[in-house]
T-cell receptor, first 112, second 113 residues
């Protein structure tokens, strides 16, 4: 079973700071997801990565398959970015209809 | 329509009640999932349906009974639950191929009293 580790677990930063959240996993994967969850709420999919880098607005996600590591960056952070960010991986068992294995999440607070 | 819709949003039920959670998507996704999330914990996979057939059951107690009546609808039938089953129940869907992402519903907050 894949072990997914995220760091840091908690992060408080000032508005405008550059944020980095890291994720590492133990077994080869077919895809890695970055997800966002607001308190008491559902989950929003931010990125799905199988290689390289993706950018959407102020969010950037990268993955290094060889090192089994991914990072999520937030540029010019804003209080509305405050949420739990979760890394989740999808196995290589084939078929595609596989559940995700989740990290424990990073609780991000951006202070004005 | 690019959403996964879950109803109800909140549910309080007694330990002797029978209730059902509903999940619906109209994106043509062929895989649908139930996850359980306890407070301050990551979601845990419960069931996977692929092409309307149950493909994964993560050793979930029989008091949780999934049903997939058609490719757009996924139900979770609840019976004789325990207070420790109180959690956020999340539904998700995907194309069922590794190259495609997931779409999550907003969840049903279940409280068992």
């Amino acid at each position: 079973k894949n072990e997914v580790e995220q760091s840091p677990q908690n992060l408080t930063a000032q508005e405008g700071e550059f944020i980095t959240i890291n994720c590492s996993y133990s077994v080869g994967i077919s895809a890695l997801h970055w997800l966002q969850q607001h308190p008491g709420g559902g989950i929003v999919s931010l990125f799905m990565l199988s290689s390289g880098k993706k950018k959407h607005g102020r969010l950037i996600a990268t993955i290094n398959i060889q090192e089994k590591h991914s990072s999520l960056h937030i540029t010019a952070s804003h209080p509305r970015d405050s949420a739990v960010y979760i890394c989740a991986v999808r196995g290589r068992s084939g078929g595609g209809a596989d559940g995700l294995t989740f990290g424990k999440g990073t609780h991000l607070i951006i202070q004005p | 329509d690019t959403e996964v819709t879950q109803t109800p949003k909140h549910l309080v039920m007694g330990m002797t009640n029978k209730k059902s959670l509903k999940c619906e998507q109209h994106m043509g996704h062929r895989a649908m999932y139930w996850y359980k999330q306890k407070a301050k914990k990551p979601p845990e996979l419960m069931f996977v349906y692929s092409y309307e057939k149950l493909s994964i059951n993560e050793s979930v107690p029989s008091r949780f009974s999934p049903e997939c009546p058609n490719s757009s609808l996924l139900n979770l039938h609840l019976h004789a639950l325990q207070p420790e089953d109180s959690a956020l129940y999340l539904c998700a869907s995907s194309q069922g191929q590794a190259d495609y992402g997931y779409t999550f519903g907003s969840g049903t907050r279940l409280t068992v009293v």
